[in-house]
């Protein structure tokens, strides 16, 4: 058996999409589901682990086959835009500038209030500092 090692970089991650069956709670069945969506989908990554021997099982049966490839070949259930990383990145570092200008006018205004009050306010002998 080969190994080889393998990294997925996000960068190339723009669409995340799943596929949604009743049957999917029974390890078994989602295990054999897999396999038969790696044949339909081929995906670049996956999984490594060795599946069960029911699953394998599943994998061979021409009816289950032809019922889980019906559900790859079609729509997917859901999916997940994703925008790409150094876009999301752009979009964080505008927001933490826009933050930062935020931030220095409210220190702005609080240091102009505190240069306009002398604190004698606080004092428990303020009140009678004004007398």
């Known amino acids: 058996m080969v190994t080889h090692a393998v990294s997925l970089n996000p960068d190339y991650v ?5 596929w949604e069956y009743p049957d999917f709670a029974d390890s078994s069945i989602l295990a054999a589901a897999e396999l038969v969506a790696f044949d ?9 682990g060795a599946p069960q021997e029911q699953a394998k099982r599943l994998y061979h049966d021409e009816s289950f086959k032809s019922k889980m490839r019906v559900l790859f070949e079609g729509e997917p259930s ?19 500038v ?7 006018e409210l220190e702005k205004k609080l240091g102009e209030n505190r240069s306009a009050y002398d604190g004698s306010e606080l004092s428990p002998w303020g009140f009678f500092n004004r007398l």
């Open 14 to 18: 723009t669409k995340v999409e799943w």
């Open 40 to 48: 339909v989908l081929d995906p670049v990554l996956r999984s490594r």
């Open 78 to 96: 859901g999916y997940l835009l994703l925008p790409p990383l150094q876009e999301r990145l752009s979009a964080l570092e505008a927001r933490i």
């Open 98 to 104: 826009e933050l930062e200008q935020r931030l220095t």
